[in-house]
């Protein structure tokens, strides 16, 4: 298995994760890795991904896993970047003997959110709440859902919020979120959001998905 | 330049915001230096335009000359639309966001009578005026070009020149031309003077005639292999390899045929090292060859075996269009491995056949849907045109049995368990520069009249019918063989909420046809019969088929005799003299 870390930047941030997977596929492609197909009746190309970003959210961490017996990482990670298109760049590429199934291990997500205006106080105290109730698009119907358990960690620094929040099976979407914060002044859209890293538990703490790759 | 934060926003606003981005891969240098910007348009959606051949040409070819930068736009969605008006953000291109009065020159590709509209639709959201003797020195050279310029008449008011023909041949010239004039400081005016000479290109206030333009050597002519991959889904989502241009079978309907003549081939060999290149740098799962008769290609056996080979190294999916019903080859099609097969026998009766010259007989669809079913098809599409000169009711129960004909060649011969039969019927619309230009549309009645027969008879298992919107073929019959009066009628169209005409949820026939008697004018004096020796709007143009040949093909199609495809002989249309058919 090989798996990438590259970026959806920019333009990159625009496209649906479906589109982004086309992309990405067709990147193995011109790299000509090769790439294990499904064995049925119209076969397609073993690869897997993470928890998809909500459309407009930038990334600098988001992992491609690809069915492949190639095992020379830098080489790869050269080849990768001279078939991706600008915005969605790897820095960092492993080779697997198994498929790390980051889907499931990575729990978190760590999030830099630039607001027009400056982040208050009031913000990092919603980790001293029991409960946060933010409206939530579920099945088409928006709904008032209770997510604080789903919230690790705020910090601020001027404009900037950092948040930890959960990802994956136990998802919070991020932009619903950060929408949820306007009551606090924070003023920013999807496009205002960069995820920084994936995180999966480690002995109790998060670590950067690529750690246990390594 | 586009204010990027308020785009940032409006982009999470809209549907499909990847259709406004631009950053493909593939994406030529536009930061180069240069002394000439030239924006590309196309007058629908993004995922129209950028399946389209020709603009994917123009465009790398542009971008590929020293000095000269090309960018892209599309007409965006009517939600994207909004949006842009209400942040006063005008419509910009995809490569740098830059205006349209940022470029030297606009070109628009226009291959569609319904698309008119947009065009004014985009000028409206690129804040230019429509008519150009309204855009002076402030304003970019805006010129169109594309298929519907075998008749641009209807149109000619809104374009500073036309340009008529191949664009590696009149839109390299033009723009070559520009080049030269801007550094010698010379006017609009004083250019588009120059440019009138240049061969295929037609400017409007100058007047005249003109002469098509056409590649002479097409084995040489410029294709770009390293070539765009859009992020999102396109309607033709994959690489295209093009055979040739023009057709050798004369369908007496067919405008394509005789406007793309010359008949030009490229080589296997120049093909096959194409599809090599276009495989390694798109990526794309799939290739297929492009032409208006694929069959007819010299060596397409050869071809396909050469590019089976690659794809199937390379785990692509081969993809054949345009197989003709008279020389489908079972071999061809058993390699590469379709599931369904599309026919377009065009008319039920071999006698309507005979009319429209498709050299197809009823022996041949006997034995090719009969080997292409032992083959194991399970999908069979027919399409089929309503409405022809001297169609009887006897043609159209002659589509019943041609169904009719499938579903017991199935039930004979099948290898698949069932068959599914899609029979689709256009409406025939008399074309420019067709044997069949001076003939009359039949009535609105009718054409309702004969797809209810048809909706009635194919009421069939596994068999689907479709049909085409009869009111928006009247609409594009009145503006395919339209005048000069007809640019008032488009702009009146386009002002009362009239674009994407071409997609149906979006057409509004009844806008359509207050706008022609806002002006004044009845769309039937377009959609009926023409005296054949009246002069016609498009006259001007010299698209090398001549009036002579055309009038001896109509004379031929009432006496129901056929012409030969000209691969064997020549047949003496006309069109040789732009070039060498069968280099």
Not at chain 2, 128 to 146: H, Q, S, T
Not at chain 2, 504 to 518: M, P
């Amino acid at each position: 298995m090989i798996v990438f870390r590259h970026r959806k930047t920019g333009e990159a941030g625009y496209l649906s994760h479906i589109d982004a997977m086309r992309v990405l596929q067709r990147t193995m492609r011109r790299m000509k890795a090769e790439v294990r197909y499904s064995a049925g009746f119209v076969p397609h190309m073993l690869t897997y991904t993470t928890t998809p970003l909500p459309l407009g959210v930038q990334s600098l961490a988001e992992y491609f896993v690809a069915d492949s017996p190639l095992d020379n990482p830098e080489e790869l990670l050269e080849r990768f970047n001279a078939s991706a298109p600008s915005g969605m760049q790897a820095d960092f590429c492993a080779v697997t003997a198994v498929n790390p199934n980051l889907a499931a291990k990575v729990t978190a997500s760590l999030y830099e959110v630039n607001s027009e205006v400056k982040i208050s106080q009031e913000v990092l105290e919603i980790l001293d709440m029991q409960e946060y109730f933010m409206r939530q698009l579920k099945k088409g119907q928006e709904l008032e859902v209770e997510v604080r358990r789903k919230i690790f960690s705020l910090e601020k620094e001027g404009n900037k919020l950092y948040m930890t929040l959960a990802t994956g099976n136990e998802n919070l979407r991020v932009d619903s979120f950060v929408q949820s914060l306007s009551r606090f002044g924070v003023k920013a859209c999807a496009g205002d959001i960069v995820r920084l890293e994936q995180l999966v538990s480690v002995d109790g703490k998060f670590v950067a998905a690529k750690e246990i790759l390594q | 330049m586009i204010d990027n934060a308020v785009l940032k926003k409006i982009l999470l606003e809209v549907e499909k915001p990847a259709r406004y981005i631009g950053g493909e891969f593939n994406l030529p240098d536009t930061d180069k230096p240069c002394d000439e910007r030239v924006c590309l348009c196309f007058a629908d959606k993004y995922e129209v335009g950028m399946s389209n051949i020709g603009l994917r040409i123009l465009y790398h070819m542009l971008n590929d000359t020293e000095g000269v930068v090309c960018e892209r736009s599309f007409a965006p969605s009517v939600d994207m639309a909004a949006k842009l008006k209400e942040h006063g953000i005008k419509l910009f291109s995809l490569e740098t966001r830059r205006e349209f009065t940022e470029f030297d020159i606009v070109g628009f590709s226009i291959g569609f009578e319904l698309a008119y509209t947009n065009v004014l639709y985009m000028m409206d959201l690129a804040g230019i005026p429509f008519y150009a003797k309204d855009r002076g020195e402030d304003y970019p050279l805006v010129v169109a070009g594309g298929p519907c310029m075998v008749n641009p008449a209807p149109i000619l008011d809104f374009f500073d020149a036309i340009l008529v023909g191949e664009g590696e041949v009149n839109l390299a010239g033009f723009v070559a031309l520009h080049r030269k004039c801007k550094a010698e400081g010379l006017s609009k005016a004083e250019f588009l003077k120059r440019a009138s000479e240049l061969e295929g290109v037609y400017v409007t206030s100058v007047g005249g005639k003109v002469k098509r333009a056409v590649v002479k050597d097409l084995d040489k002519a410029y294709f770009p292999t390293k070539i765009l991959v859009p992020s999102c889904d396109i309607v033709h989502d994959r690489s295209t390899l093009e055979l040739f241009r023009g057709c050798a079978n004369g369908c007496r309907f067919c405008q394509a045929c005789f406007y793309y003549r010359p008949i030009r081939e490229r080589k296997k060999d120049t093909l096959l090292k194409q599809a090599k290149e276009l495989i390694t740098n798109t990526g794309y799962e799939e290739l297929s060859l492009s032409s208006l008769s694929t069959s007819d290609y010299s060596d397409l056996k050869g071809l396909v075996d050469g590019l089976k080979e690659e794809a199937e190294k390379e785990n692509v999916k081969l993809a054949l269009p345009s197989l003709r019903l008279d020389s489908f080859e079972a071999e061809i099609y058993e390699d590469t491995k379709g599931a369904s097969l599309t026919f377009a026998p065009e008319a039920g009766t071999q006698r309507l056949r005979d009319v429209i010259n498709k050299n197809v007989s009823d022996e041949n669809i006997l034995s090719s849907l009969t080997a292409a079913l032992k083959h194991g098809v399970k999908n069979v599409k027919l399409y089929f045109m309503i409405g022809l000169p001297t169609e009887t009711e006897e043609d159209l129960k002659g589509i019943v049995d041609i169904v009719k004909l499938v579903r017991k060649l199935h039930a004979e011969h099948g290898k698949s368990k069932i068959i599914n039969i899609t029979v689709s019927t256009a409406v025939f619309i008399p074309k420019p520069l067709t044997p069949f230009q001076w003939e009359e549309q039949i009535s609105i009645e009718d054409m309702y009249a004969k797809q209810d027969y048809l909706k009635r008879e194919l009421k069939l298992r596994n068999v689907k019918y479709s049909w085409h919107d009869a009111k928006a073929s009247v609409i594009e019959a009145a503006l395919a063989r339209g005048d000069r009066r007809q640019s008032a009628v488009i702009k009146r169209a386009f002002e009362t909420g009239c674009v994407f005409d071409s997609w149906n949820e979006c057409f509004d026939y009844e806008k359509w046809i207050a706008a022609f008697e806002y002006c004044g004018i009845d769309p039937r004096e377009y959609t009926g019969a023409i005296p054949t020796d009246k002069e016609l709007a498009w006259d001007f143009i010299d698209n090398g088929v001549t009036k002579q040949y055309l009038l001896r093909e109509r004379e031929r199609a009432y006496q129901g005799i056929t012409t030969p495809n000209c691969i064997g002989k020549c047949n003496g249309c006309g069109a040789n003299k732009l070039g060498r058919c069968f280099e």
